[in-house]
């Protein structure tokens, strides 16, 4: 049975390496619909990668950020591209651009790992995220990711816990969630 791509556009949230990326390409593709990691259009509009304009400023980066999501985002009066947005993981913490997503007519989808998992695959990356380079980045991960959890669960219409799921186990999971999500959108 196929579920018809739903009538708003969809935006993956959650931690760094909870599958955001992948899962939302695999998402699309089954809807026949477009794709786009945030950080690959901040990098488009910017010319600099998301990681480069955090180490010159976090601020600047958030503005980035901020700004490539407003670029996404159709006023409420306006019908939206119907499109999977994957969200960069920190995005919890922009306030400019939460206040984008709390006006957005869309469908927040928050994929759920442990601070341990997460802190496995950063690990596998071999290239800690500029915010990590601390004295103790485990520390420092785990403080950020429990703080960020808290606020992405409130944040989210629907939480999918994707622990040990790969993207074509998420996109099932989240086929199934959007078809009993019936809840008005805010």
């Given at each position: 049975m196929s579920i018809p791509a739903p009538s708003r556009p969809i935006l993956l949230t959650g931690p760094k390496h909870a599958g955001k990326t992948s899962t939302g390409r695999a998402l699309a593709r089954y809807w026949?619909?477009?794709?786009?990691?945030?950080?690959?259009?901040?990098?488009?509009?910017?010319g600099s990668s998301p990681r480069n304009l955090y180490t010159q400023s976090p601020e600047r980066f958030r503005k980035a950020e901020a700004k490539a999501l407003k670029s996404l985002m159709p006023p409420r009066t306006e019908p939206g591209r119907i499109q999977v947005i994957a969200a960069g993981g920190g995005i919890i913490d922009n306030e400019e651009a939460m206040a984008v997503l709390k006006q957005a007519d869309l469908v927040i989808i928050y994929l759920e790992v442990s601070a341990e998992t997460a802190w496995k695959r950063i690990c596998q990356a071999k290239m800690l995220p500029p915010f990590l380079n601390t004295d103790n980045p485990q520390e420092t991960h785990t403080i950020l990711h429990r703080r960020r959890a808290a606020a992405y669960k409130s944040s989210a219409h629907i939480k999918i816990q994707a622990e040990a799921l790969d993207p074509e186990q998420i996109v099932k999971e989240i086929i199934l969630a959007l078809d009993r999500f019936s809840e008005p959108m805010p």
């Open positions: 026949g619909i477009d794709f786009i990691d945030l950080d690959e259009l901040i990098e488009l509009k910017t």
